[in-house]
């Protein structure tokens, strides 16, 4: 079983929905919790990251965590032909010696038609 | 500021050949972490350097190594390449905490 899960898509959505994107984990150990962006042939680009449990919203964009359950979600409001692209979950724990490597999901592929 | 850069941006080897990718991190970043991404894997975490030592390393295979240098650019070699090392090899920089941020990566193609 891989550490991190996430649904692969492909999702279609019209131009306007809500999107909502998920990943579940299974390391309790996981304290960071991120998204990336990431469209054709380019890096992924960080959205947003929280840390532990709770919410956090930044424009059209709201994650949440619940550690109890050990999953994770993004929204997306009013999507745009813009959103279009794969979303990757990732996840990092605390390192004693400050290390920092992320956990990702395999991304989900998100299409907004206009 | 200018972005994680890296070179080349694609390459293409045959079996057995060796390969050196390099990564210059944001300025002022000192964290420099490698990741190889395919479709079937995704993204795993290769090793990051941080003031010019490996501070932490994932699952691959000796075949796969890496340095830093003073100015924290970095570079990754995979030597005997082998074709399951054809993937996107991207690298990240961080000022320090849990962000990340990629560069555009290195397209590898193993013949």
């Known amino acids: 079983q891989k550490e991190v899960e996430q649904d692969p898509g492909p999702l279609s959505v019209p131009e306007g929905a809500i999107v909502s994107l998920n990943c579940t984990y299974s390391?309790?150990?996981?304290?960071?919790f991120m998204w990336y962006r990431q469209y054709s042939r380019k890096g992924p680009e960080l959205l947003m990251y929280?840390?532990?449990?709770g919410n956090k919203e930044d424009g059209r964009f709201t994650a949440q965590v619940d550690k109890s359950s050990k999953y994770i979600s993004l929204f997306i409001r009013d999507s745009q032909p813009s959103d279009s692209a794969t979303y990757l979950c990732a996840m990092s724990g605390v390192h004693q010696t400050g290390a920092n490597n992320l956990f990702f999901g395999t991304g989900t592929r998100l299409t907004v038609i206009p | 500021k200018a972005g994680v850069t890296q070179t080349p941006r694609y390459l293409i080897k045959t079996r057995g050949q060796q390969v050196t990718l390099s990564c210059s991190p944001i300025s002022g970043h000192r964290s420099v972490s490698w990741y190889q991404q395919t479709p079937g894997q995704g993204l795993q975490f290769l090793f990051e350097?941080?003031?010019?030592?490996?501070?932490n390393k994932g699952n691959f295979p000796g075949r796969f190594s890496g340095r830093q240098f003073s100015n924290s650019r970095s570079e990754m070699n995979v030597s005997t390449l082998e074709l399951g090392d054809s993937a996107l090899y991207l690298c990240a920089s961080s000022p320090g905490g849990v962000e990340q941020f990629f560069g555009p990566g290195t397209r590898l193609t193993v013949l």
């Open positions: 350097y941080f003031s010019e030592t490996q501070r």
């Open positions: 390391n309790s150990a996981f304290q960071y």
């Open positions: 929280t840390y532990s449990s």
